[in-house]
């Protein structure tokens, strides 16, 4: 019984959605906003559907740390440093933060540098009276394969293997 199905077009099939998995990762990613400096989002890497006998595998990778920035639960035992926290501040941009600490709705500083330092005060205060801080569900790890990249996959590889035994029934009565 020949195949009509070739490993090259379940690599090429397997390919695509490996390509697709990336982008949705890479856009859960950003979109959770787990990180500023884009590391992350560089390190997703596809490997290419290889085939062997009667096997075909495809692999997508991504830094190892990526699941520690995304904790559902964080202890911060000491408060970070001012600096790292200014970093921060600067990153972010002091328009995105409600208030200047110390200041009331009617004044503001003097510097933007004087703001910057008084936000990230805040924040690094902030961090040592409450430690702990509880994180919702973001779902960029098993979401996007589970919900859009898998159904599509099994739904195109149903579609083919219906495909290949429409060919093998006209064959046989052909």
């Known amino acids: 019984m020949a195949s009509f199905f070739t ?3 379940i690599q090429a099939v397997l390919n695509k959605y490996m390509q697709e998995a990336e982008r949705l990762f890479k856009q859960r990613a ?3 906003r787990l990180e500023l400096t884009g590391d992350l989002i560089n390190s ?3 490997e290419a559907a ?3 006998d009667n096997f075909v595998s495809a692999r997508l990778t991504m830094a190892a740390y990526a699941r520690f920035r995304d904790l559902q639960r ?4 000491r408060s970070p440093p001012l600096s790292s926290m ?9 328009e995105k933060f409600a208030y200047v600490p110390g200041y009331d709705s009617f004044s503001k500083p003097v510097t933007e540098i004087k703001a910057i330092n008084r936000i990230a005060w805040g924040l690094k205060m902030a961090r040592h009276r409450y430690p702990d801080v509880k994180r919702g569900y973001r779902g960029i790890y098993a979401d996007p394969l589970l919900k859009d990249v898998l159904p599509n996959l099994f739904f195109d590889i149903k579609q083919q293997a219906g495909l290949t ?6 064959l046989m009565f052909s």
């Open 165 to 170: 035994a429409l060919r093998q029934l006209k």
């Open 7 to 9: 490993d090259q077009q």
């Open 30 to 32: 950003q979109a959770a």
């Open 86 to 94: 200014e970093y921060f501040v600067e990153k972010v941009g002091v």
């Open 50 to 52: 290889t085939a062997a």
């Open 44 to 46: 997703f890497k596809t």
């Open 74 to 77: 964080m202890s911060y035992f």
